[in-house]
């Protein structure tokens, strides 16, 4: 049964990190991407990072690239996003989930997405 499920998540001060945590079970990393999407109160969800292991390669919104880091532990079956130097406009609801297009074409688009985590809220906040 697939399942992903991501921890970490909490309050920071802006310029504060935080490192968002998904562990994978249910199928092999290395047969998908996986991406992080993140949904403000009112907004639609974004897809910001994604990483594919088959490809060696990894994807990143504009609105975080430079401060967020996608990596895997493949051991672990567990994708980690490292979020630095945060803002308040990075808070939001933060989901991780299997990409089926493994980080091509529209790989930002919720509506390329079958399956996704419970979430983990992210705050910012002096």
């Known amino acids: 049964q697939l399942q992903l499920v991501e921890s970490g998540g909490g309050l920071v001060q802006p310029g504060g990190s935080l490192r968002l945590s998904c562990a994978a079970s249910g199928f092999t990393l290395e047969g998908f991407g996986i991406g992080w999407f993140r949904q403000a109160p009112g907004k639609e969800r974004e897809g910001i990072s994604c990483?594919?292991?088959?490809?060696?390669?990894?994807k990143y919104a504009a609105s975080v690239k430079g401060r967020f880091t996608i990596s895997t532990d493949n051991a672990k079956s567990t994708v980690y996003l490292q979020m630095n130097s945060l803002r308040t406009e990075d808070t939001a609801v933060y989901y991780c989930?299997?990409?089926?297009?493994?980080?091509?074409?529209?790989?930002?688009?919720?509506?390329?997405?079958?399956?996704w985590g419970q979430g983990t809220q992210v705050t910012v906040s002096a």
């Open positions: 990483i594919s292991i088959s490809r060696g390669d990894t």
């Open positions: 989930a299997r990409n089926p297009l493994n980080c091509v074409g529209t790989w930002y688009s919720p509506r390329t997405i079958d399956d």
